[in-house]
């Protein structure tokens, strides 16, 4: 059985959701006015892995990411989310684009990368744009419930009389040692400085790209409510797990809880959440201020696969700091591809990927197989400790007593939870000539034909034409010398 670290009760646990053999699962996604950064995408990889592993483990997934297009404010940064620009207008501003393009351009682009790390796409990304109704009328619920209130920007939630009715706000972090206009200027008219924004007032005499009519006036919505009315009306009142970056715990996370419980009752509105830890750079923290916000456009203009980055993410814990260099890429990336090297260097016929996990195994397997697939399951199962998981792969494919068969149908069934497409053999570079590539063709058809002595014939032409020619089980691959 999985378990894993939550982050609410502070233990390992197993996971053992409301339906049996269902899991509903939501994870934070991002906010659309930028690219992401290897930090955040450190983040969707360990959804991603929570979602994969789950389903080794037999369970069907529910899965849902959102995509905050309105409402997230710069001053974020500084203590307090519901003071300054909104992000998608400033960067509007910057690009000069309307908002709704800025929001579009990213998202595409986030769906576009999403592809390229090899992320399963969850049943839907969901758009707060998409979803003001929803949030609207949870904001009624709150109001209705006696837990919101009116000041000159906006509707606030209202945390003392939230905890008045027997609550414990910030159960996540300990937000009572956040002290009022550390970083920001005090909100004097909040009645509670941990007090937090519902719904936003546009500003006066100044239209916004993205506003809405409510039953409070022209305005948007709170960066916190909008995966509360989402996850709700996909997911149900009560979630299986939460994932999102440890960033989170400190407000929009206790935020969620509180407006979600205070118009569901006190059964808890995530059963287990799940925070990744922040990835450093350069043994010091990343930031677009100082240069080192690297994204996944970034690696690849380097030359580097999006698949080596899923490699560096995985050779650490999730809960875990971890330190990104251009160095340590270098490294891992090289050690990523010695190990698909090794997995399709396997010459054997079709049928490795059967499944191999569970009570719906399709095989059964020799003595040392399972053994060996036992110690896998065990590393996933122990909170996902992907680095033990990997040193098992790279064992099995050094073990002299299993077979290329065998060594092939674990490590394929393995890389169901890695994702890092280790059966996939790359495109053939653009810079082959046709020439050659003609050459290449006709060997494989000779080889068909078992026409050996011609096939090698040829293939030492190609080779005098600066080209060498690895031969695997499941095709032909073509470099230049």
């Not at 695997?472 to 230049?480: L, M, P, R």
């Amino acid at each position: 059985m999985l378990k894993i670290y939550n982050s609410l009760t502070k233990q390992v646990e197993e996971i053992r959701p409301l339906q049996p053999g269902k899991v509903e699962m939501y994870t934070c996604g991002p906010t659309v006015y930028s690219y992401p950064t290897i930090g955040n995408w450190r983040t969707y990889v360990l959804s991603d892995l929570v979602l994969r592993a789950l389903r080794i483990e037999g369970f069907e997934v529910d899965s849902v990411m959102n995509m905050t297009d309105v409402g997230h404010l710069t001053g974020d940064n500084l203590g307090d989310a519901d003071t300054g620009e909104d992000r998608l207008e400033k960067a509007a501003a910057k690009e000069k684009k309307t908002a709704w393009g800025i929001a579009k351009y990213y998202g595409e682009d986030f769906v576009d990368s999403f592809g390229k790390l090899n992320l399963v796409k969850p049943l839907l990304f969901s758009k707060a744009t998409d979803h003001i109704k929803e949030q609207i009328d949870l904001v009624q619920r709150i109001e209705k419930a006696g837990f919101a209130y009116r000041i000159a920007d906006g509707i606030y939630f209202d945390v003392a009389e939230y905890e008045k009715k027997g609550n414990i706000y910030g159960k996540l972090s300990n937000l009572e040692e956040i002290k009022p206009g550390a970083r920001v200027e005090i909100n004097t008219e909040k009645r509670d400085q941990r007090d937090f924004a519902l719904w936003k007032f546009s500003p006066a005499g100044a239209k916004r790209d993205m506003e809405w009519e409510s039953p409070w006036g022209m305005g948007f919505p709170g960066w916190h409510i909008e995966c509360s009315a989402m996850s709700m009306k996909y997911l149900g009142d009560q979630l299986d797990i939460h994932v999102g970056g440890e960033d989170l715990k400190s407000t929009h996370h206790p935020n969620e809880i509180a407006q979600s419980e205070s118009v569901t009752g006190k059964k808890p509105f995530v059963r287990y959440w799940m925070h990744g830890a922040f990835l450093l750079v350069d043994g010091g923290r990343m930031g677009k201020s100082l240069g080192n916000a690297y994204t996944l456009h970034d690696i690849i203009e380097k030359g580097y696969s999006p698949m080596a980055l899923r490699y560096y993410y995985l050779s650490a814990h999730y809960r875990k700091q971890m330190n990104f260099s251009w160095e340590g890429m270098e490294g891992v990336s090289n050690s990523y591809k010695k190990l698909k090297k090794e997995f399709l260097a396997l010459r054997v016929e079709g049928g490795q990927d059967k499944n191999i996990f569970g009570n719906k195994a399709e095989v059964e397997l020799s003595g040392r197989e399972a053994f060996f697939r036992d110690e896998f399951v065990s590393a996933v199962e122990d909170d996902l400790n992907m680095s033990a998981a990997l040193a098992v792969a790279r064992t099995v494919l050094k073990d002299e007593k299993l077979n290329s068969f065998e060594k092939r149908r674990l490590v394929e069934n393995f890389d169901k939870v890695f994702g890092l497409k280790l059966a996939e053999r790359d495109e053939v570079p653009a810079d082959i000539p046709a020439e050659v590539m003609e050459m290449v063709n006709k060997r494989e058809e000779m080889r068909k034909t078992k026409q050996w002595a011609e096939s090698d014939a040829l293939r030492k032409e190609i080779e005098a034409k600066g080209y060498k020619i690895s031969d695997f089980f499941d095709g032909v691959k073509v470099e230049k010398i």
